[in-house]
């Protein structure tokens, strides 16, 4: 996905404030020095340790937009709950930066060569369950990158030698006065938050709570103790507090005490029963919770129950299909949903109101009470069908007029694909898994997560698959990924294999889309000839709307780009116009943003700025509103060549590094084709020649400053076609 930008043009992905954030003073004014990079003698790690709900992220993310201006290479959000295998860190933390579009090199190389000369902070969130990734990640990372910090948050510090552990306390009913707080520790000591922000933290985050839930309670003199008492046996934890709050419309304050009172063992009970392993207050909490769980109707526990197999979100027909069934008719579920979402079990996602979500704590308990029902591997594998049939809808349309929307959905339900591939692979379930990574594997390829489409795609094709459909889908799809990665070994062994199945399988469109595998490594490594030999066969058949639809027409796009390439600019331009006219009429946009791209190389080619410009600027928009961040960085290389070529050799330069920021983040610069590269120096070498060295660094030094986003604005603007 886009970074986001602050107003200033600060690079970033911190998720936007979407309700107010209570009490903290002192631990956000200790953060403020922790995270500040013109401070000697700091730890590169900052770890928050505290209970679940004690409110750690929303800690971490007021932190990290506070420390964001002294950060000029972004505050870069990870957020490791979806993640429900191990080894998967580094492919989050890839993600996050818009690192993971391109190269097969290992993951902390990846990071470790692009945070280098960077100085940026990164927040791994919800560190617990992948403990050992986080640490093994930060060590290999902090020796390589010497200006960027991380900020953790866990219920188990990290155990890295340099780590600096604030331990993060329940919000206070009473405590010390505002003022400054003492020195802080040596690095690796404890430093606890007891006493952080002001006085009536905890009961001014229940009023405020309970006022947003549109409750009618009032802090006032007369609730004031009373409300403090249900804040005290709830041990100041904000989560706890924020689900008691929300029964206040159904009960009074009173009976809300009472009931607290009767379900909520005091901490020495809790001892003698032996009730939880770990801290008390993590215990309190999962009491808490228990009880919020217990003032629910049957139907609403099941749901809750239910939902707790998605990750990263849900929207309501995804509940209906996975979590309906016996007492629980899916044309219920939309108001026990609201129901859930009145009491903050279920919250409203920070940017899509259409989309929910647990939080961990939340999701940890309904799972729990999932496995208590039996129903845990039932509804992991109707969410695997759910996701899987998503993903083979998304194939079967993907060359049509809703390609755009597809891969929308791609993104949003990133994690939960992930989630349902884990559980086919998990399953040990050959067709089904191999069936599920072919749809996830090219949608994946096309809308951005190469790295997640090989790994899922190197899992079931070493297994010795069963020939048919799915094989040939899941093999083009790992050529083609090989492609874009500019891996070209791999792209041929994976191209030869796939046009043997396809053949084996005796689809002639099948045999199709194999040649732009085959054609396209060919291509890539400079054997023009041999390329077009491969490229020109390809018989023209009517093109389909599913993936094989999307291969013919790259079948094409290749062989236009093979005629540019050589030269040969009238049968380049023929070949593009037919692609562009048949995506025109589709309404699908990938194929139509390369078009546009090639068309654009053509106009330059001819001494046509103002269609080059014209053609270049579309693409641009075009691929990034796929997530195509390769077709944006190709096609800034040719508007660079077509802006100088008109006279803004500044304009040209900023272009061209924002496009290198790009190529620097995909991992190998123009896929490893000498033909592209050779073009793009030429360009920096006519750059520097119009303008001089000097003007040209200087451009080129505010091309870089530029975020993502504000490169591709900065390409798009239309300065009267050049």
Same mark, same amino acid.
């Given at each position: ?472 889908? *899941?093999?083009?799809?790992? %050529?083609?990924?090989? /492609?874009?990665? @500019? =891996? &070209?070994?791999? +792209?041929? !062994?994976? $191209? ?98 390369? *078009?546009?791209?090639?068309? %654009?190389?053509?106009? /330059?080619?001819? @001494? =046509? &700025?103002?269609? +080059?410009? !014209?053609? $270049? ?98 390409? *798009? ?6």
């Amino acid at each position: 996905m886009p970074e986001n930008t602050t107003a200033e043009g600060r690079s970033g992905n911190l998720p936007p404030e979407t309700r107010s954030f209570v009490g903290r003073r002192r631990e956000l004014a200790r953060l403020d020095r922790l995270l500040d990079p013109a401070r000697t003698g700091r730890s590169p790690l900052v770890t928050l340790v505290g209970t679940g709900g004690v409110g750690k992220t929303r800690l971490a993310l007021n932190a990290a937009r506070r420390a964001s201006p002294r950060y000029p290479d972004g505050v870069w959000f990870v957020e490791l709950s979806p993640l429900r295998a191990q080894g998967l860190v580094g492919f989050a933390v890839v993600e996050a930066l818009r690192l993971a579009d391109q190269s097969t090199s290992p993951v902390t190389e990846v990071l470790a060569d692009w945070l280098a000369d960077k100085e940026a902070l990164i927040v791994l969130d919800s560190c617990e369950h992948v403990l050992r990734d986080c640490a093994d990640l930060v060590r290999a990372l902090l020796p390589a990158a010497p200006g960027v910090r991380f900020l953790a948050t866990s219920r188990e510090h990290l155990g890295h030698p340099s780590e600096l552990r604030v331990e993060i306390d329940p919000l206070p009913l009473t405590g010390a006065e505002d003022g400054e707080d003492g020195e802080d520790g040596e690095d690796g000591e404890d430093l606890g938050g007891r006493g952080g922000g002001r006085p009536g933290d905890a009961l001014d985050l229940f009023a405020q709570r309970a006022a947003e839930a549109r409750t009618g309670f009032v802090l006032d003199e007369e609730t004031a103790a009373l409300a403090a008492a249900v804040c005290r046996r709830l041990d100041g934890i904000p989560l706890a507090i924020e689900l008691a709050a929300a029964r206040l419309g159904e009960l009074s304050l009173g009976e809300l005490d009472e009931r607290l009172g009767e379900r909520l063992p005091s901490p020495l009970d809790l001892l003698a029963a032996g009730l939880d392993e770990g801290p008390l207050r993590h215990r309190t909490l999962r009491t808490a919770i228990g009880w919020s769980h217990e003032l629910c109707a049957p139907v609403e526990r099941l749901l809750w129950a239910r939902l707790s197999v998605f990750t990263g979100g849900f929207d309501l027909a995804a509940a209906e299909d996975v979590c309906s069934g016996g007492p629980l008719p899916a044309g219920r579920i939309e108001a026990l949903l609201e129901r859930l979402v009145e009491q903050s079990i279920v919250l409203r996602h920070r940017t899509d109101p259409r989309r929910f979500q647990l939080l961990d704590s939340v999701r940890d308990f309904g799972g729990d009470w999932l496995r208590a029902l039996g129903e845990e591997r039932t509804l992991r594998l109707r969410h695997l069908d759910h996701y899987r049939s998503l993903a083979r809808a998304g194939c079967t349309e993907w060359n049509t007029g809703r390609q755009l929307q597809w891969c929308e959905r791609v993104i949003t339900e990133h994690d939960n694909l992930r989630t349902a591939m884990d559980c086919a692979l998990s399953e040990r379930d050959g067709p089904t898994a191999l069936r599920t990574a072919a749809d996830i594997g090219f949608l994946w390829r096309h809308c951005g997560y190469l790295r997640d489409a090989q790994h899922c795609l190197d899992q079931v094709l070493t297994a010795d698959p069963a020939p048919g459909p799915d094989l040939v889908r *899941a093999l083009w799809a790992r %050529a083609a990924v090989a /492609l874009l990665q @500019g =891996d &070209l070994d791999s +792209a041929e !062994r994976w $191209a030869a294999v796939c046009t043997a199945s396809a053949v084996e399988q005796g689809d002639p469109v099948a045999v199709v889309g194999a040649a732009y595998v085959t054609g396209g490594h060919l291509l890539l490594r400079g054997r023009l000839g041999e390329a077009l030999v491969v490229l020109a066969a390809a018989d023209l058949l009517p093109v389909r709307d599913d993936w094989l639809g999307s291969a013919q027409l790259q079948v094409r796009l290749a062989l236009s780009l093979n005629h540019l390439l050589r030269g040969e600019l009238a049968g380049a331009r023929a070949v593009a116009d037919e692609v562009r006219a048949e995506s025109t009429r589709r309404g699908e946009r990938w194929a139509g943003a390369f *078009a546009d791209c090639f068309l %654009a190389q053509i106009d /330059l080619a001819e @001494g =046509d &700025l103002s269609a +080059a410009a !014209r053609n $270049a600027r579309t693409a641009v928009v075009a691929h990034s509103l796929l997530n195509s961040t390769l077709g944006v960085a190709h096609t800034l290389d040719i508007l660079a060549s077509t802006v100088v070529a008109a006279g803004d050799g500044r304009r040209a330069a900023r272009l061209l590094a924002v496009g290198q920021r790009i190529w620097e983040r995909l991992g190998k610069a123009q896929m490893q084709s000498p033909d592209l590269i050779s073009a793009r120096r030429s360009c920096e070498d006519l750059v520097q020649e119009k303008i001089g060295t000097e003007a040209y660094a200087r451009a080129y030094a505010e091309g870089l400053a530029m975020s993502y986003e504000r490169g591709v604005a900065y390409a *798009a603007e239309d300065l009267h076609d050049t």
